[in-house]
């Protein structure tokens, strides 16, 4: 690899499977020193181990636990340069079936999970006049969206708003802080969930022909951590395979 996180120290709170673990492996593949953390402490601590890194178990929808997980990744480097906050839960609910205490608790994992993960490393990167702060965001909420994901679209949407007013207030403590937004995915929750005939219909969706895989999304955090991003914040970046370019569904235009 090219050594593009080389020295860098990076956080990523949920990281135990999919997304967040293929960004733990490209950050490490890249040079970082990483810490993993998660809700799940089997699969996270086994995913750790996997990589060689740290693993700290945490509830992102708690401050106390944000906290702790920048205290552990500082304590063990010395810094802190990048805090990707990827946690989330999707559970699939109608609005009419939603209960108050179920709304709660997508939003805090999903939304308020960003702002506490924001704010636990707000202190030592502005020590460090330095430090990019990435979510993982979605199609889901901004762009479009489906029957039974009303709390989920909504968490989504409000990470990009959130994202927008970080960015321009930390920005004076050089600090970037981005997104991204993934389309649909081929996870290990996909694979497992999902049969052949679903996935081959979102695939038919989509322009490029196939679900993106985790580290095509890890790709686009690389780049996000990195210089070659240095000028960018307050943004996200799509990656969906063009799912969001076509006006219905009949859109393929197949050679002779």
Not at 90 to 105: C, F, G, H, R
Not at 154 to 174: D, H, M, P, V, W
Not at 187 to 197: K, S
């Amino acid at each position: 690899m090219t050594g593009r996180l080389e020295n860098r120290v990076a956080l990523v709170i949920g990281a135990s499977r999919g997304i967040g673990k293929a960004i733990a492996v490209r950050y490490v593949e890249e040079g970082a020193k990483v810490v993993l953390a998660d809700f799940d402490a089997e699969g996270g601590k086994a995913s750790a181990d996997e990589l060689g890194v740290p693993f700290v178990h945490t509830d992102i929808s708690k401050m106390d636990d944000a906290v702790e997980a920048v205290n552990v990744t500082v304590s063990a480097f010395g810094r802190l340069d990048i805090i990707v906050q990827n946690a989330g839960i999707y559970p699939w609910q109608l609005i009419e079936n939603t209960s108050p205490e179920d709304w709660d608790q997508v939003m805090g994992v999903n939304l308020r999970g960003c702002f506490n993960a924001a704010r636990a490393a707000l202190p030592q990167m502005k020590k460090q006049g330095a430090g990019r702060i990435l979510f993982t965001s979605s199609i889901t909420g901004p762009h479009v969206t489906s029957p039974g994901h009303g709390h989920y679209s909504a968490t989504k949407s409000g990470i990009n708003g959130f994202i927008r007013s970080a960015a321009l207030e930390f920005s004076g403590y050089g600090i970037n802080v981005n997104g991204v937004e993934p389309g649909n995915i081929l996870t290990e929750a996909i694979q497992l969930h999902r049969g052949a005939e679903f996935i081959q219909n979102m695939e038919n969706a989509i322009p490029l022909g196939r679900l993106g895989s985790p580290r095509d999304v890890a790709n686009a955090f690389l780049f996000l951590a990195s210089e070659d991003a240095s000028y960018i914040t307050g943004t996200t970046i799509v990656v969906d395979g063009g799912q969001l370019l076509p006006e219905g569904a009949d859109f393929r235009l197949l050679p002779p």
